[in-house]
């Protein structure tokens, strides 16, 4: 099913993010993973992609599973940092034969020390590439709420962005952040420049003490005072912080469902306990009318 088809919906509700396996050997328990957070009933479901298209295989197999299986919607993350037209021809071709409608077009991480070398030099031209070869596809973009992390300024970040969108995005899903006051001025700005597709906030549960360094070094995210202490008082007590992290993310998202928007996406980290914990602390309010 087209995401297009379904947004805006209207109503109040989650979508989810899980990441495909490195290797096959590990494909069987982030497929359990996979399958226990579909049955919660998000929206939709997004699937990763390996680094430079390593993964592509477990994304669009993981991605076909959760369609078949779930009925449910699902966005497949594609990359084009390195490939060619013709290995892009190909991905794309074989999510069209596995019944997938969805593709989140990403540039993708630069591998170090290395030239991108590939035939899409960015993100824009891969989104432009598959609106003009397979107009059917919906496509998702990426977006930065604080700013790209290579961009020079928020002004050419914006003129960028809309640049994409205007290529062929049918929507865009953030980056994560933890201070729902970058968003809304975020969302303020992009209007003013004439994007006007939806816009899906990104919300990571951070549920470890571990998981901060590395989730702030791939978001470039400001972490609010706010944050800070709860990380300070319960990081070195697992289960607090897991309750704590969990708490903050479905306090964010009570926020910015209050303020309007309709669809929050979760980057679950393939963990149904914090999905579903989420979901729990959500009841009542997903699928009320917006």
Known sequence: MKLTSIIPTGRLSLSFEVFPPKTSTGFASVQNAALQIAALSPLFMSVTYGAGGKGSRFTFGLA??????????????????????????????????LGINNIMA????????????GDFPHA??????IRESWPDFCIGGACYP???????????????LKEKVDAGCDFLTTQMFFDN???????????????????????????????VDRALRLSHSFMPTRFKSLVDRF???????KQAGI?????????????????????????????EAICRNLKGILGSES
């Open 64 to 97: 076909s599973e959760i369609e078949r299986n779930a009925q449910v919607p699902v966005l497949a993350h594609l990359t084009c940092v390195g490939q060619s037209r013709e290995s892009i021809t190909k991905s794309v071709e074989e999510l069209q034969h």
């Open 247 to 275: 708490a903050y993310a479905t306090d964010q998202i009570i926020d910015l469902l209050a303020s309007g928007i309709d669809n929050i996406h979760v980057y679950t980290m393939n963990k149904p306990d914090v999905a």
């Open 181 to 211: 006051t970058l968003l809304f001025h975020f969302l303020y700005r992009i209007r003013e420049a004439g994007i006007t597709v939806p816009v899906y906030p990104g919300i990571m549960p951070i549920t470890s003490a571990s998981q």
């Open 124 to 129: 824009v031209d891969l989104v432009r590439f």
């Open 235 to 241: 990081g070195s007590n697992p289960e607090a912080m």
């Open 106 to 117: 990403l540039r993708g991480d630069l591998p170090e020390d290395q030239l991108h070398d």
């Open 146 to 160: 604080e700013i790209h992390p290579e961009s020079t300024d928020r002004r050419e970040d914006i003129r960028y």
